[in-house]
């Protein structure tokens, strides 16, 4: 059964600064991984979608990366904004389209 | 495009009662997802339908919950009867499944905002 793991639970920071969200899955066997973003008391935004065959995706600040072989994703938010202040989830895609989720990033970044 | 669209958006019910609740995917898209979120176990899948066909239901906790679809453009589902403990966020996702081909669009789930329920 795959399991996905999200470290840290929890991350402050202040503007400005670049970081790290990291993802582990305990099987490769995927056929892609997708970052969300989710605000409180709402719906989950699609950040961005790594297939399997791909090394790392680019949107904006955003960039995100897959080691399948190792069981990893990274995510990484160059210059960071109170604006993106969210929890962050990782998703695997293990196959037939059905997601497992880890249980997320909280990132605050004060101004 | 309105995106997913989810309703209601928050329902408070009390136990033994019965609750549905309704999603429109997006347009075009063939795969659809009822996922529950609580603090506690965080986002797990219910159950999972492609061309309005119930393919993995095995996430639906038990004969209390019961899904549909009867067209490509309409989900529901349905608690009966309901209890304190389903109290959580349901969120319904839907896709285009393209199998192993496809651009990078392919497989990219799009969630709706939720419905919050809560059961007393």
Partial sequence: KQEVTQIPAALSVPEGENLVLNCSFTDSAIYNLQWFRQDPGKGLTSLLLIQSSQR??????????????????TLYIAASQPGDSATYLCAVNS???TL??????????SP | DAGVIQSPRHE?????????????????????????QTMMRGLELLIYFNNNVPIDDSGMP??????KMPNASFSTLKIQPSEPRDSAVYFCASSLYGGSGGGSSYNEQFFGPGTRLTVL
């Fill in chain 1, 95 to 97: 196959g037939y389209s």
């Fill in chain 1, 100 to 109: 497992t989720f880890g249980k997320g990033t909280m990132l605050l970044v």
């Fill in chain 2, 12 to 36: 408070v019910t009390e136990m033994g009662q019965e609750v549905t609740l309704r999603c429109k995917p997006i347009s075009g898209h063939n795969s659809l997802f009822w996922y529950r």
């Fill in chain 2, 62 to 67: 038990e004969d209390r919950f019961s899904a």
């Fill in chain 1, 56 to 73: 790392e995706q680019t949107s904006g600040r955003l960039n995100a990366s897959l080691d399948k072989s190792s069981g990893r994703s």
